[in-house]
């Protein structure tokens, strides 16, 4: 992992350092960091010359663009109309049983946060839910579990290979 | 007795049909104003859901007199219950760059975007990987054309097409006021051209095999083939290809599961037909000649007798609420007291005839809100007040 | 001469010009519609959608100050749809709204309320959003209070702060039901960049950004029988005052003012611009210094351009945006600080008075001034050198309060020794005063003669562009000033942080040829300052600075260096410019800070 103050520089130089840059650099940090802090986002509104409240106030509109910190795998369970149908509530409480947290929560460990969040456009096969940025489809409580099992295991970077 | 249209599969989009070099090739060669005219003759609407003519909309673009414009593909699919967009992209990606790139012909653009949510962050790879052999294919035939993808981050406005073109430009997505119009002034204040992803993906069957065959495709108002997001309570959902004008009884005939209660045509902003009503309703454009017709961007939700329409209503309105940007007032205090006004009356907190207070706001938010968004919420919160009624209350 | 094209409102036919906006076309017909998120200062938000109006033929309501007429549109502004969605739309407000109305601050003078009293709103029975919503009020500013369940989310504090004032040190945040104004990382807004110019709070339509009070401690201080309660009063009070007491925009209250303060029961009753004048005197001394180290010593260490440091709202700002640049600023105290210092030193000394029991209270214009007393190196008298600073708004409270009928007072003088003005120190609360007062003193100290314009009236200084340059030869000067011979002096003027940042980017990219910039925080200076009646907008600006040089132009003195006051000081107690005492009580340092 690259030191905030060097990944920012180098997303600056890969994407420009206009406004409309802002998003791609945001996003940039996220992947590596999982969200903004107050001293990454300082350090982008430096780069960009941007004043910072504006990189907060965008950064804040934009549901992926976490500013509180997250854990390494962050799991956002959609809880639109059509999940929501199909047991999305019975997904959301096999996992907090397993990882003993809540919506909006870290696990201790920092392996795991647990949100939720809006249609993610896989209505047919619902629910379903996105770890970081896995999608994973038709859950069931059992299949949610082994999922997980999978993340808990994993010691490398990079995803498991599950689907 | 309105007249009844047997369901009608198509198979365009997602056709193999590996002739998007040719498609492309033959397109660029023409002059703009043939393909614009091959557009307008085929009478596309666009099909994100508000149904401007395509042809139009680059028609308009194109005149105006301007050294850079831009293309933007929007694939910010976020309409609960829309999922058509990310099979586009992710089975056919060259119909829609070919689309993109002609486009670009026509209206005098050298640069498209394609503006992919956050959620469909997986499809960026391949995406990608596509976009650069289409490039290296532009570059052979001597055709300047670059494509881009920019990512979204988790905000259904975005896909309001200036709250897209904010977000583009590096902001909060909050969408502008009309007029000026996208056509005059679009991302970083250039004419642009932005449609939905079918949409372009119509216009490489078009160019591919002329107007006429999309033309001869569904009924007068609403021409040629759509693609429905069909999920809820039904044995089969999935992605269909269908002609425009069918009657939503045929729909749920094919569709349903012998108990079918309701259909959410268009999402959650769409509007909610109650059993009763399916027979009369056909799924197109405005100005169908018999019955009532019902535009959609391709949602359709079904649900069955073991759903309650207070929930369902409840959901939606919680995500109205969340994914308002908040910046104008009817639909950002207007969803919050929708949300907080059905649940008071469930409690019993207020009477029955706040929800006729509740459906006059309704009303004012479709005629004061500032985009699609807000003056669309009271679609979905109208059609199921007034026909479940009961539900609301007990 | 733009096209002109024909529409009618409601039923009156009218010819505007193409691109016109409903709303200044419905103004020209006399038809208003009524608005909140519209300030003259300001760009087009079109968002509290309250201005809507029915186009004849389309079925959506569009809102008029965002939508330019079209030709032949047939415009409906009273008709029952838009009486009903206006109606709805205010109830909507009113339930996200905290109306405690009684008990808030801007009772009475808030747009929100306003509009609530004149559509009547009777039976709002929305549910009432504000429990829903975890609000704080943030206290922590001794400038600004802010208030997050009153705010409708206009965004013309967000606007303010980023177009006229170029500081965002406000922002929306978050999105849908959570959207809010906040600041970074909601931060309170003493510890971000704002600058406590007040421009939010001038620009607020509701009670959720006001300033920081101080009525009831100073109506304490004046019945506290062993304290000598101490009056100044800034250039800029006297020509914005009588708008919060029924005169016209623009109207010099000056005696009045004075009257009414007295009838307070205020000790004292003396005038700012005496230490304005007293400013001219010390910067305009260190201005001829840094000249002479750069030109003639040519120090490497002396910086120019000079900026001037009279705006404690630009000071900040530049603390905070251009840290590395503080050295360009004079170090002169504002003149409300360097009074501060002289009322329990000099002043104390010449009336016998234990400086202990003076409270020394200051009417501004300005709510950065309420800060800038607050600044913990402003305690050169070894007291805290000004108590209480209210606002001109808070003053005509007091006024109120007391029963005073304003327009009835006879006009009364300031008391001596620290009342005495000239119409250089007055000029002070425009833009470009402090440019003019320096040159008009500065230039007759170096040559011997009258600035070469006519009426003394430096014109060029003057008007409300954002950015005004000037320079004046300086030809045969006197002999202590020989150095100075042919040099051309450069000068410039900002006003409005917006600007002051252009010239300070001039500076920084090292394209800045100037010598001295004076810098306003607020546009139009002080008598546009964030502490002056709402509203203000362009035209009020343009009134009170008519006003201002009115005033200037009636005073018998008009150059800072003839004050007789000032003179008396540098007898009696200073010596001389930039001397020891000077240096002590009247000059100060800066610090750098944060820039989020």
């Not at chain 1, 379903?128 to 099992?149: C, F």
């Not at chain 2, 040719?22 to 614009?36: A, C, G, T, Y």
């Not at chain 2, 981050?153 to 909060?172: N, Q, V």
């Amino acid at each position: 992992m690259k030191p905030i103050t060097d990944l920012i520089k180098d997303l600056a130089d890969q994407h420009g350092r206009d406004r409309h840059n802002l998003l791609p650099i945001l996003q940039g940090v996220v992947e590596q960091e999982k969200y903004l802090s107050e001293y990454s986002m300082i350090e982008i509104a430096r780069e960009l010359d941007l004043p910072a409240t504006e990189v907060y106030g965008t950064a804040t509109f934009y549901s992926f663009l976490e500013y509180t910190k997250m854990g390494k795998n962050v799991i956002r369970i959609c809880k639109t109309i059509t999940c929501s149908m199909k047991g999305e509530k019975q997904i959301l409480l096999a996992i907090e049983d397993m990882l003993k947290i809540k919506v909006g929560e870290t696990t201790p460990d920092g392996k795991f946060s647990l949100l939720q969040t809006n249609c993610l456009g896989f209505c047919h096969k619902a629910p379903a839910m996105l770890i970081n940025n896995e999608v994973y489809t038709e859950l069931t409580p059992e299949k949610v579990r082994e999922i997980l099992t999978e993340y808990l295991n994993q010691t490398t970077e990079g995803g498991p290979n599950v689907n | 007795m309105s007249t009844s249209y047997q369901l009608k599969r198509a198979d365009f989009i997602f056709k193999n049909e590996n002739d998007w070099e040719d498609v492309l090739r033959k397109s660029i060669s023409r002059p703009p104003n043939e393909l614009i005219n091959e557009l307008i003759s085929s009478e596309l609407k666009g099909r994100g859901g508000a149904g401007f003519p395509t042809g139009l909309k680059w028609k308009v673009t194109s005149e105006e007199v301007n050294d850079v414009k831009y293309v933007i593909c929007n694939a910010d699919e976020g309409e609960p219950g829309t999922f058509k967009d990310r099979e586009i992209l992710s089975r056919v990606p060259f119909k829609v760059l070919t689309a993109i790139a002609i486009c670009g012909h026509v209206i005098g653009a050298r640069t498209g975007f394609i503006y992919l949510r956050g959620e469909y962050f997986f499809l960026q790879n391949e995406l990608n990987k596509a976009i650069n052999e289409f490039e290296y294919y532009c570059k052979e035939i001597k055709f300047d054309f670059k494509i881009k993808i920019f990512m979204g981050s988790g905000a259904y406005i975005c896909g309001e097409e200036t709250a897209l073109f904010e977000s583009m430009e590096g902001k909060r997505g909050e969408p502008r006021n009309k007029p000026p119009y996208p056509s005059s002034f679009g991302y970083m204040g250039k004419p642009t051209v932005i449609n939905n992803v079918e949409t372009l993906a119509h216009t490489y069957t078009i160019f591919k095999y002329g107007s006429k065959r999309f033309y001869d495709l569904g009924v007068q108002y609403s021409r040629g083939s759509k693609l429905f997001s069909v999920s809820g309570d039904t044995p089969k959902p999935g992605i269909y290809e269908l002609e425009l004008g069918m009657s939503l009884a045929d729909f749920v005939e094919e569709f349903g599961d012998d108990d079918t209660k309701a259909v959410q045509v268009g999402g959650a902003s769409g509007f909610l037909v109650p059993r009763k009503r399916f027979a009369e309703t056909n799924i197109g454009f405005q100005g169908k000649l018999v019955g009532i017709s019902l535009p959609t961007g391709g949602s359709m939700m079904l649900f069955n007798s073991s759903r309650s329409m207070f929930n369902v209503l409840d959901n939606y309105l919680n995500f109205f609420a969340e994914e308002s940007c908040g910046q104008c007032t009817p639909c950002r205090v207007g969803c919050q007291q929708l949300l907080k006004g059905i649940k008071a009356v469930k409690r019993g907190e207020k009477n029955a005839q706040y929800l006729d207070k509740m459906l006059k706001l309704a009303e004012t938010m479709q005629f004061t809100a500032k985009c699609g968004l807000g003056q669309s919420v009271g679609n979905s919160f109208s059609s199921i007040v007034e026909n479940f009624r009961e539900e609301m209350i007990y | 001469m733009r096209k002109k094209i024909k529409i009618s409102i409601n039923g009156e036919s009218v010819e505007v010009e193409k691109g016109t906006s409903i709303l200044d076309a419905a103004k020209q017909t006399g038809v208003i519609i009524p608005t909140l998120c519209y300030h003259k200062d300001l760009c087009i938000a079109g968002n509290c959608r309250v201005c809507v109006v029915e186009i004849v033929g389309q079925k959506r309501l569009a809102p008029a100050c965002a939508t330019p007429c079209e030709d032949g549109m047939d415009v409906l502004t009273n008709s029952f749809k838009v009486r009903n969605s206006r109606k709805h739309i205010i109830e909507l407000l009113l339930s996200e709204h905290n109306t405690e109305c009684t008990s808030c601050y801007k009772n009475g003078g808030c747009e929100l309320q306003l509009l609530a009293s004149e559509y009547k709103i009777m039976n709002q029975d929305f549910i009432n959003l504000v429990p829903f919503h975890n609000y704080t009020i943030d206290m922590f500013s001794p400038s600004i209070i802010k208030d997050d369940s009153k705010c409708i989310r206009c965004q013309r504090c967000v606007r303010t702060c980023a177009e006229l004032q170029g500081v965002n040190a406000l922002t929306m945040s978050y999105k849908g039901d959570h959207a809010k104004v906040t600041t970074f990382f909601e931060k309170a807004m003493n510890d971000v960049v704002c600058t406590n110019c007040g421009q939010c709070v001038n620009h607020c339509p509701t009670g959720a950004l006001v300033e920081k009070n101080y009525i009831e401690e100073v109506w304490n201080a004046i019945a506290d029988k062993t304290k000598h309660v101490v009056v100044q009063t800034a250039p800029a009070v006297r020509v914005g005052l009588g708008e919060e007491l029924g005169f016209d925009p623009g109207s010099r209250v000056t005696g009045k003012m004075v009257a009414a303060l007295k009838r307070l029961g205020f000790d004292a009753v003396m005038d700012t611009d005496f230490t304005a004048d007293l400013t001219i005197m010390e910067e305009g001394t260190e201005l001829l210094t840094r000249l002479k180290g750069a030109l003639v010593d040519k120090n490497p260490t002396i910086k120019l351009p000079m900026a001037t440091s009279c705006s404690p709202g630009w000071i900040k700002y530049i603390e905070h945006m251009y840290p590395n640049y503080l050295d360009h600023l004079s170090t002169c105290k504002s003149p409300q600080q360097m009074f501060g210092a002289l009322v329990k030193t000099y002043y104390a000394k010449a009336r016998n008075l234990d400086p202990d029991k003076i409270v020394s209270v200051s009417i501004m214009p300005c709510t950065a001034k309420k800060f800038e007393a607050n600044r913990p190196e402003m305690h050169d008298s070894n007291y805290r050198d000004i108590d209480y600073v209210l606002t001109t708004r808070e003053l005509a409270i007091m006024i109120k309060q007391a029963g005073i009928d304003f327009m009835k007072l006879k006009d009364m003088h300031f008391d001596r020794l620290m009342g005495e003005s000239t119409g250089a120190g007055v000029i002070f609360g425009a833009t470009g005063g402090v440019m003019e007062a320096a040159l008009r003193t500065a230039y007759e100290i170096v040559t011997g003669r009258e600035v070469p314009f006519d009426n003394l009236n430096i014109t060029p200084v003057r008007g409300i562009e954002g950015v005004r340059e000037a320079s004046i030869k300086i030809e045969n000067p006197l002999k202590a000033w020989s150095f100075l011979d042919g040099v051309e002096l450069k000068c410039a003027v900002a006003h409005g942080l917006v600007n002051a940042k252009k010239v300070m980017d001039s500076i920084v990219s090292g394209k800045s040829h100037y010598h001295f910039i004076e810098f306003m925080a607020c546009p139009g200076g002080c008598l546009g300052g964030g502490g002056q009646p709402i509203p203000t907008s362009p035209e009020i600006r343009a009134k009170r600075a008519e006003a201002i040089y009115a005033e200037d132009e009636g005073m018998p003195v008009r150059k800072s260096h003839l004050n007789p006051e000032v003179i008396k000081i540098y007898k009696d107690f200073l010596i001389t410019p930039l001397g020891e005492k000077s240096h002590h009580l009247l000059h100060t340092k800066y610090t750098p800070r944060n820039r989020f």
